[in-house]
């Protein structure tokens, strides 16, 4: 079954990196969407970043420029690279695929997620 392992998360100043990576396994991952998602503690769970089967990308607008997605379909994995962090990106962090190619439509009906990693932004 398809399976989503994230890591790399934890505490950074303000100004700090991180990068984030998804270990996927169970499903032809080069083939498929992919996306990160984040929830901050009594937010709903927002699109950060998403990458499709032809590394076309799109971000959030609070994350452009500041953020960048990328995957390794070699390895099966996805990575986010996050420069610049601010406190108001402290959330968890998702990993989620959804069948098909491009990214576009309803993550609801189709996705597939990982259990999440923690990021802190301190300032």
């Known amino acids: 079954q398809i399976q989503l392992v994230e890591s790399g998360g934890g505490s950074v100043q303000s100004g700090g990196s991180l990068r984030l990576s998804c270990a996927a396994s169970g499903f032809p991952y080069s083939t498929y969407c992919m996306g990160w998602f984040r929830q901050a503690p009594g937010k709903e769970r927002e699109g950060v970043a998403f990458i499709n089967k032809y590394e076309g990308t799109t971000y959030a607008d609070s994350v452009k420029g500041r953020f960048t997605i990328s995957r390794d379909n070699a390895k099966n994995t996805l990575y986010l690279q996050m420069n610049s962090l601010k406190s108001e990106d402290t959330a968890m962090y998702y990993c989620?695929?959804?069948?098909?190619?491009?990214?576009?439509?309803?993550?609801?009906?189709?996705?597939?997620w990982g259990q999440g990693t923690q990021v802190t932004v301190s300032s």
């Open positions: 989620a695929t959804k069948p098909y190619g491009y990214c576009s439509g309803s993550w609801a009906e189709s996705g597939y």
